[in-house]
């Protein structure tokens, strides 16, 4: 089993719909990011979480360190939005991190 | 906020050559840095981590004498693919943490780069 698994991993929407992603880890954490890679791109940095809710435009993270648990939401999801999403774990008080494989999603117009 | 950037974001080189990654932390001081892998529809593995001033610390599997390492500013870490081969050709990324950021410890990710050696 992988210390960090993230569902679905692969997710095709409608223009509009709303999105979730959730990662799900086995480790004890320092942070949480969630990244965004574009097919054959480069990552961006989504999010940085340790506790609670973040929220940047459309995009909203949720994380819950009691049960090891975090959800990325898009809202009124666009073509745009299509990419690999990735959570990224930092573990055990240091700086390292373990990457989930990703959530492939594509949002037809 | 604070940037990590990463060059080239993109590389072309010829087997047998070898092509240096830089990974630079634009408005901070990063004592410590790390390298990832994406291997083919798998996820990012750490590869190595990087301290300012010292040797890099590899992991299992990850030949030091292939993928040199150097650390040598606090703003500066550089992965160095040695006598490259075709399945050197993945996507690097690094990331860089320091305690002295304005929002406390945290980390930064580079944008990545792909290698492709033909």
């Known amino acids: 089993k992988n210390e960090v698994e993230q569902s679905p991993q692969n997710l095709t929407a409608q223009e509009g719909e709303f999105i979730t992603i959730n990662c799900s880890y086995s480790?004890?954490?320092?942070?949480l990011h969630w990244l965004q890679q574009h097919p054959g791109g480069g990552i961006v940095s989504l999010f940085m979480l340790s506790s609670g809710k973040k929220k940047h435009g459309r995009l909203i993270a949720t994380i819950n360190i009691q049960e090891k648990h975090s959800s990325l939401h898009i809202t009124a999801s666009h073509p745009r939005d299509s990419a690999v999403y990735i959570c990224?774990?930092?573990?055990?008080?240091?700086?390292?991190?373990?990457f989930g494989t990703g959530t492939r999603l594509k949002v037809l117009a | 906020g604070a940037v990590v950037s990463q060059h080239p974001s993109r590389v072309i080189c010829k087997s047998g050559t070898s092509v240096k990654i830089e990974c630079r932390s634009l408005?901070?001081?990063?004592?410590?840095m790390f390298w990832y892998r994406q291997f083919p529809k798998q996820s990012l593995m750490l590869m190595a981590t990087s301290n300012e001033g010292s040797k890099a610390t590899y992991e299992q599997g990850v030949e030091k004498d292939k993928f040199l390492i150097n650390h040598a500013s606090l703003t500066l870490s550089t992965l160095t693919v040695t006598s490259a081969h075709p399945e050197d050709s993945s996507f690097y990324i690094c990331s860089a943490s320091s305690p002295w950021t304005a929002s406390g410890n945290t980390i930064y990710f580079g944008e990545g780069s792909w290698l492709t050696v033909v």
């Open positions: 480790v004890g954490i320092s942070a």
């Open positions: 408005d901070f001081q990063a004592t410590t």
């Open positions: 990224a774990v930092g573990y055990g008080g240091t700086y390292k991190y373990i």
